[in-house]
C-alpha cells in the first residue's frame, strides 16, 4: 500500500521533495501540501490537495506521514503537532530555531517512547560520505586525528539573517562530523573572515580529534562540500562532486551547481526512499531528534560564542534511553 506523504512547505526544499514523491520514490505518494504562498502551493501539489492550514494536513487521513520544509522558525511547533498526530515526521534541519525548543521535542517524543522524528541531516545518505564513513570504521585511515571540512554556498541566500551561516549552513557539518568520526564536540572557536564571511570553525571531540570547518556564504563560484578525514595511517576525502569533466574556450574541469540540490540529489532521493522504507518497522535510518537536538544546542552556543569573541565549553543535556 502506497503511503499517503504531505508536505508543509513547499519553497526550494519543499518543492524538491514533492517532486521526489511524485516521480521518484516507490511506495510512498503526494497527499497534499500546505505552504503560505498560494501560487507556490499549487506549483508543488501538482493536482493533489492544497491544505489551507498546516494543522488540517497533519490531521488529515489521507496523511500518514508529513514533512515539513516550512522556514526554520516553524519546525518546532510542526513537529510538536505531528507528535502529538501520531504520524512520522521527516523535518528538514534544523529541527527547531532554539535548542531549548529542540529540546523540548526530544522530551516529548521520550515521553510518548517510540521515535517519530528523522531530521533531514541528508549528508548521512550521500554516497561519498557513506563510503568514508566505512573506510575509517573499517580502519583503513588509522586512529582518526582530524577531520577538514569545507562548506561554500555560491551566495548566501536571501533569507540568510542573523547567525544563520551557524544555525542554518554549519549545523549540516556538526552533524555530519559526529556521524562520521563518532565522536562528541567538546569545544569550539569561530574566526570571522573580512566583513565575517567566511568563517573559520574549529571544535576538538571527546577524543581529541580536531575538526576545522570553512563557512564561506558568498564563495561566487558555485556551490562546494568537501571534506577530508586524516587518520594515523592515512586520509580519506570525498572526490570531486561532479560526474563528468569538461574542455572548453581553452580550460578543462569539473562544473559546480548553483546550490545543493544538484549536489545532493542521490542523498535526498536515499534519504526519501529509506524513510518510507522505514514506515512499518519505526527504525528510521537517518538523524533522530536527539541528534537533531545536538545540532541545534551545540549551533547555539557556537554562535553565542562567535559574538563574544571567546572558545566555547559545549555541553548537552542528558541523553535519554530512547537514543542510546
Ligand atoms: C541550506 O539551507 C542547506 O541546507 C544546504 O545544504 C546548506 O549547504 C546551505 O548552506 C544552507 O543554507
Redesign the pocket.
Known amino acids: 500500500m502506497s503511503i499517503g506523504v504531505g508536505v508543509i512547505g513547499t519553497g526550494v ?1 519543499g518543492s524538491e521533495h514533492t517532486r521526489l514523491l511524485r516521480q521518484e520514490t516507490p511506495g510512498a505518494h503526494l497527499a497534499g501540501v500546505h505552504d503560505a504562498d498560494g501560487a507556490r502551493a499549487t506549483a508543488a501539489a501538482g493536482g493533489t490537495e492544497i491544505f489551507a492550514d498546516p494543522q488540517a494536513l497533519i490531521t488529515s487521513d489521507r496523511v500518514k506521514a508529513v514533512i515539513v520544509a516550512a522556514p526554520d522558525a516553524s519546525h518546532a511547533a510542526l513537529v510538536m503537532a505531528c507528535l502529538a498526530a501520531g504520524k512520522p515526521v521527516l523535518c ?2 534544523p529541527l527547531a530555531a532554539t535548542a531549548q525548543e529542540a529540546l523540548k521535542i526530544v522530551q516529548a517524543e521520550t515521553a510518548q517512547g517510540r521515535k517519530l522524528i528523522q531530521v533531514g541531516y ?1 549528508r548521512r545518505f550521500d554516497p561519498g560520505y557513506r563510503e568514508m564513513k566505512r573506510h575509517r570504521e573499517a580502519g583503513k585511515i588509522g586512529r582518526t586525528v582530524l577531520l577538514h571540512n569545507i ?1 561554500r ?1 555560491a551566495q ?2 536571501e533569507w ?1 539573517t542573523g547567525a ?1 551561516a551557524i544555525t ?2 554549519f549545523v ?1 557539518e556538526i552533524d555530519i562530523s559526529r556521524w562520521l568520526t563518532g565522536s562528541e564536540m567538546v569545544a569550539a572557536h569561530v574566526a570571522a573572515g573580512p566583513g565575517g564571511d567566511p568563517l573559520m570553525v574549529t571544535m576538538r571531540t571527546d577524543k581529541d580529534e580536531i575538526i576545522s570547518t570553512e563557512v564561506f ?1 558568498n564563495a561566487a563560484y558555485g ?1 562546494h ?1 568537501h571534506a577530508e578525514l586524516v587518520g594515523r595511517s592515512g586520509t580519506v576525502a570525498l572526490a570531486e562532486p561532479a560526474r563528468t569533466t569538461f574542455n572548453q574556450q581553452g580550460m578543462g574541469g569539473i562544473s559546480y551547481p548553483d ?2 540540490i544538484p549536489r ?1 540529489a542521490e542523498a535526498y532521493r536515499q534519504q526519501l526512499a529509506q524513510w518510507i522504507g522505514a514506515m512499518a518497522s519505526g527504525a528510521f535510518a537517518g538523524a533522530d531528534a536527539w541528534d537533531g537536538y545536538v545540532a541545534s544546542a551545540l549551533a547555539e552556543q557556537i554562535a553565542a560564542g562567535h559574538a563574544s569573541g571567546s572558545e566555547t565549553r559545549l555541553h548537552l543535556a542528558a541523553r535519554p534511553e530512547l537514543y542510546a
Open positions: 526544499m528538514e534541519k541528508m562548506h554556498n548566501a541566500p540568510f544563520m542554518n549552513s549540516h556564504l556551490y562540500v546550490n545543493w545532493f
